[in-house]
Nanobody, 124 residues
């Protein structure tokens, strides 16, 4: 069982930055692919970024490429999502999730464990 706890959300003006953290409860979380998803009101949950277990491979949604960076520190059992140049449309609840999959991990049903989410609100 892996417990994930997100933090770092909040209110920020458009163009600003936030860094989200996803802390895992167990050292074995280092074996999982970790993804950051987001869900805006009335919209489906979507994958924003994912990082492989070693941190060597990352994937990003087209909408955040060049603005968001995902990274992990396995020694600290933590995955980060650095979000720069935030836009109004980035407003959503952000979730981190863990998956055993090493390929094709782009859907929420590919993930086994989820955090409770953290709200990110971008204002004009």
């Amino acid at each position: 069982q892996v417990q994930l706890v997100e933090s770092g959300g909040g209110l920020v003006q458009a163009g600003g930055s936030l860094r989200l953290s996803c802390a895992a409860s167990v050292r074995t979380a280092r074996a999982y692919t970790i993804g950051w998803f987001r869900q805006a009101p009335g919209k489906q949950r979507e994958l924003v970024a994912a990082v492989s277990s070693t941190g060597a491979n990352t994937d990003y949604a087209d909408s955040v490429k060049g603005r968001f960076t995902i990274a992990r520190d396995n020694a600290k059992k933590t995955v980060y999502l650095q979000m720069n140049s935030l836009k109004l449309e980035d407003t959503a609840v952000y979730y981190c999730a863990a998956s055993w999959k090493t390929l094709n991990y782009y859907k929420d049903y590919d993930y086994d464990y989820w955090g409770q989410g953290t709200q990110v609100t971008v204002s004009a």
